[in-house]
């Protein structure tokens, strides 16, 4: 199973990005994905979750209202729309599959089994 991330880079605050995962060597379709992000010496914290259907989504509050999760089975792949960024949102983004093991969505790190090498978002004031 690999997961790999793109789509990250430099942006002023304010601006926009769209993260893209692509994952491969499995049923995608089965799995809840999310997206994680991780500050330097910081922890790695839940940003945003979609259910394999497409149908549910959760978001940590922080960036409710500002980012999209969102996925196409077809291509294999999850996005996640960033507006609005701020210097706070910098950090490195990480897709992550639970590899179909739950059946509802988590914002827990431990519960998802496969992870991408991520990529960097950096915002500047």
């Known amino acids: 199973v690999q997961l790999v991330e793109s789509g990250g880079g430099l942006v002023q605050a304010g601006g926009s990005l769209r993260l893209s995962c692509a994952v491969s060597g499995r049923t995608f379709s089965n799995d809840h994905m999310g997206w994680f992000r991780q500050a330097p010496g910081k922890e790695r914290d839940f940003v945003a979750a979609?259910?394999?259907?497409?149908?549910?989504?959760d978001y940590a509050d922080s960036v409710k209202g500002r980012f999209t999760i969102s996925r196409d089975n077809a291509k294999n792949a999850v996005y996640l729309q960033m507006n609005s960024l701020k210097p706070e949102d910098t950090a490195v983004y990480y897709c992550?599959?639970?590899?179909?093991?739950?059946?509802?969505?988590?914002?827990?790190?431990?519960?998802?089994?496969?992870w991408g090498q991520g990529t960097q978002v950096t915002v500047s004031s």
């Open positions: 992550a599959t639970d590899f179909g093991r739950w059946s509802s969505l988590s914002r827990v790190k431990d519960e998802y089994t496969y």
């Open positions: 979609i259910s394999w259907s497409g149908g549910s989504t």
